[in-house]
C-alpha cells in the first residue's frame, strides 16, 4: 500500500463520496499503514473539493462524531488528517461548529498519551483558525501536560503551539 498511496488516493477521490463509508471503515482498522493510506485518501477528497466546501466540512463533522470508534492508529491518523486540513488557508477562518467539533475532540484526544503529540499539532492548527481568544486557554493546558510528556515528540510539539502567535500573545504564558 505505501508505495502506492498517492495513485490509490486520487482514484479513490475519483469515485467520490461512494467511498467513503469505506475509508472511514478503514480508519477502524489497528494496522497503522492501512490507516494511513484512509488519511492520504481523505486528503485526496478535501484537495478535490476544496477545505472551504460543504462536503469536505461535513466529512470533518462525521470524522468527529466517529473518533473514538476508531482503532488507536486510526484515531492518530484522523488527528493527522485534520492537522494537514487546517494547514490550507482555505480552511480559514474555521467556521464556529468545526471549532467546537476539533476542539471537543482535542479535549478528549490529547488525554490519551499515545495521542498527545498528534493532538498538540492539532492544536497548534487550530489556534491559528479560529476567533482570537478562541481555545487558547485550553490549549495553554494541553501545551503544559505535553511539557511534561516523558516521550519527546509530545515536548516538542507542546513548544511548537506555545511558539503560534494566539499563545505569544497570551501574557500569563
Known sequence: YQDNRDGLSRRLAAVDEAALPRLLLGLHNPDAVVCANMQAALGAFTKKWGPGSPRS????????????????AGREKTLLFMTTYLQQEESKPLPPNLARGIGELLLTAERDDA??????????????????????????????RGLSDQQQGPRVAALQLLLREPMRKDKEL
Do not use: H, N, Y
Open 57 to 72: 466540512q461535513q466529512l470533518i463533522v462525521q470524522l468527529c462524531e466517529e473518533f473514538d470508534q476508531f482503532s488507536p
Open 115 to 144: 495521542l498527545r503529540g498528534a493532538s498538540l499539532l492539532l492544536a497548534a492548527e487550530l489556534v491559528d483558525c479560529v476567533q482570537p481568544g478562541q481555545w487558547v486557554d485550553a490549549c495553554r493546558e494541553m501545551a503544559d
